[in-house]
C-alpha cells in the first residue's frame, strides 16, 4: 500500500513537472490564456534573424534574451512576484513605496542623489563658471541665457519617503548650487524651488505615481519665467494672461508602470484645463537638433522674441500650460541622452533672443563637464 502511494505521488510530481515545462511554451505558442500584458519603457527583444544562423553563438544568444521577454506566462509571474512583494513586504525591485502611495525611483535615490550630494566646492564653482562661459558665447550672439532647474520630489515631500529614509533630503546640495547660481550675473534664473515650496501650501505640485511635476505646478513656473522675459523686454507685467483653472482626474504615471501589479496603482491627479491655451502659434516640425516648434500667427509686436527652449520632460507640462503661445516663434528641443549642446548651440536660429536651459537637478554632476 504504501509503495503504491509513493509510486503515485512520484507520478504526481513528475506530471507537475512536466506540465511547468510545458505550459510555458505551449502559452508562448499558442497563447491559449488570455492574460494582460505587462507595460515596459523598452521594447522587448526580437526573435533570431535566419542569416544570424550563420553565426550560432550570435544566434543562440538572440534566441535566449527573445525567449526571456516572450515565455509562456512571463508577465503575469511578474505581476504575481511584484503583487507579493508590494502587498505583504511593502516593497518594490524599482521603487520606494513611500506612504500615501508616493513612489519614488531606486536609481534617483540610491544612485542619482549620492552623486550629487558628493560634489566638492570646486567642482560646483566649475558648473557655475561652465554656465558662466555660455552666458558669454549667447550673448556674443544678442541671446540672453535663461535657466530653470528642478529639484524632485523627495525634496518637497520627504514626509512621505519610506521611514528608513526620513532625513534624506534635509539638506542637499543642490541648494548650495541654488545659491551659486543666483549670484552670477547676466543670466536669468528662475529658481523652481521657491516658487514651489509655496505653492506647496495650496495645492499637490507633484504626482504621487510619476516622477514629474503636475502641469499647475509647472504652469506657475511657465508664468514666473514669460513675466521675467517680459521684464527684459520692458512690457507690461504680468504679461502671462492664460488662468491657471484646475481639474482632476484619475491618474497613473510612469512610477506605477514600473510597479506591475494586478490592479494598478492611481491617483487622482492635478491637472489644467487645455482648453485655456489656444495654441495660438502654428506647431511645426523643425530638422534636428531642433524636435519641433511654433510660429507666432499674431504680429510680434504682441508676443516675446524668439526663444530656444532646451528642456527634458519636466518642460513637457510648461507647453501642455500654454507657454509657445507667448513667444513669436518658439524653438523646442528635447533633450535626451543622445543630445549634445554642442549641436544645438552650432544650429542656433538667427532669430533667436532667448535660450532656455532647463534641467533636473540630478543632472548636476554633468555640468561639471559641460562643453560645446
Excluded at 544650429?347 to 536651459?357: C, G, I, K, T
Aim: aromatic share 14%.
Amino acid at each position: 500500500m504504501t509503495r503504491s502511494l509513493d509510486r503515485r505521488i512520484k507520478i504526481a510530481f513528475l506530471i507537475m513537472l512536466g506540465l511547468l515545462l510545458i505550459l510555458p511554451v505551449f502559452q508562448l505558442c499558442c497563447d491559449v490564456f488570455p492574460l494582460p500584458t505587462i507595460s515596459e519603457n523598452r521594447r522587448r527583444e526580437a526573435p533570431p534573424e535566419l542569416d544570424q544562423a550563420l553565426a550560432p553563438a550570435v544566434f543562440i544568444n538572440q534566441a535566449r534574451k527573445w525567449f526571456d521577454d516572450h515565455y509562456g506566462f512571463r508577465d503575469f509571474l511578474i505581476t504575481l512576484k511584484t503583487q507579493i512583494d508590494y502587498s505583504i513586504f511593502g516593497v518594490s525591485d524599482r521603487l520606494y513605496i513611500g506612504r500615501d502611495g508616493w513612489l519614488f525611483y531606486h536609481t534617483v535615490i540610491d544612485n542619482q542623489k549620492p552623486a550629487e550630494e558628493a560634489m566638492t566646492d570646486a567642482e560646483l564653482d566649475t558648473c557655475v563658471a561652465n554656465f558662466a562661459r555660455l552666458r558669454d558665447y549667447l550673448a556674443e550672439r544678442n541671446i540672453r541665457l535663461v535657466i530653470i532647474t528642478n529639484q524632485l520630489k523627495d525634496k518637497f515631500y520627504p514626509e512621505y519617503l519610506p521611514p528608513f529614509l526620513q532625513g534624506h533630503s534635509a539638506h542637499q546640495r543642490f541648494d548650495d548650487f541654488r545659491v551659486r547660481l543666483r549670484a552670477l550675473s547676466g543670466i536669468t534664473y528662475i529658481d523652481t524651488t521657491d516658487i514651489l515650496m509655496s505653492l506647496k501650501s495650496t495645492r499637490q505640485i507633484f504626482h504621487k505615481t510619476d516622477f514629474h511635476w503636475n502641469d499647475p505646478a509647472a504652469a506657475e513656473v511657465a508664468r514666473a519665467t514669460v513675466d521675467a522675459i517680459a521684464a527684459l523686454e520692458h512690457r507690461p507685467v504680468p504679461f502671462w494672461h492664460y488662468p491657471t483653472t484646475v481639474f482632476e482626474q484619475k491618474f497613473s504615471g510612469g512610477q506605477a508602470r514600473e510597479l506591475p501589479l494586478f490592479t494598478p496603482l492611481s491617483e487622482i491627479g492635478f491637472f489644467v484645463d487645455p482648453a485655456l491655451s489656444p495654441q495660438i502659434g502654428q506647431l511645426v516640425r523643425l530638422q534636428p537638433p531642433f524636435a519641433y516648434g511654433t510660429r507666432g500667427t499674431t504680429t510680434q509686436d504682441d508676443l516675446l522674441p524668439p526663444v530656444v527652449w532646451y528642456g527634458d520632460s519636466f518642460s513637457n507640462s510648461f507647453e501642455r500650460a500654454g507657454i509657445m503661445d507667448y513667444f513669436s516663434n518658439y524653438y523646442r528641443v528635447n533633450v535626451t541622452m543622445d543630445t549634445r549642446l554642442g549641436d544645438v548651440l552650432a544650429a542656433l536660429p538667427v532669430d533667436a533672443r532667448y535660450f532656455v536651459f532647463q534641467e533636473i537637478e540630478v543632472k548636476l554632476p554633468e555640468f561639471v563637464h559641460l562643453s560645446w
